[in-house]
Nanobody, 127 residues
Framework: QVQFVESGGGLAQPGGSLRLSCAVS????????IGWFRQAPGNPGTEREG???????????YYADSVKGRFTISRDNAKNTVYLQMNSLKPEDTAVYYC?????????????????WGKGTPVTVSS
């Protein structure tokens, strides 16, 4: 059974920083690629946006245009844990952030064929 342990969400002021972490366990075939998606509040019908992902095979990374230069993803393969350092936060970064895992990393779509999601951790950027 795939399990996620997410942490690090909360309240930050504009220009501030937060660090999300996600530990994944339960994948049996291979080491999955892991990433973060987000869904803004008040828009339950919209698809989750891929924020940043990291490949398990070669460490390639994906960033949404809206977070490039501000967010940094990293991975501890030994712990199957991914970290998302979020700097220079903006109010539009406010969302529920979901950790996701898949065997299929994409340079264009973050992750493909995601069937396993964390429960989500809220991030609020407000003064």
């Amino acid at each position: 059974q795939v399990q996620f342990v997410e942490s690090g969400g909360g309240l930050a002021q504009p220009g501030g920083s937060l660090r999300l972490s996600c530990a994944v366990s339960g994948f049996t075939l291979d080491t999955p690629s892991i990433g973060w998606f987000r869904q803004a509040p008040g828009n339950p019908g919209t698809e989750r946006e891929g924020v940043s992902c990291i490949s398990s095979s070669d460490g390639s990374t994906y960033y949404a245009d809206s977070v490039k230069g501000r967010f940094t993803i990293s991975r501890d393969n030994a712990k199957n844990t991914v970290y998302l350092q979020m700097n220079s936060l903006k109010p539009e970064d406010t969302a529920v952030y979901y950790c996701a895992a898949s065997y299929y990393y994409s340079d264009y779509d973050c992750l493909v064929g995601v069937e396993n999601w964390g429960k989500g951790t809220p991030v609020t950027v407000s003064s």
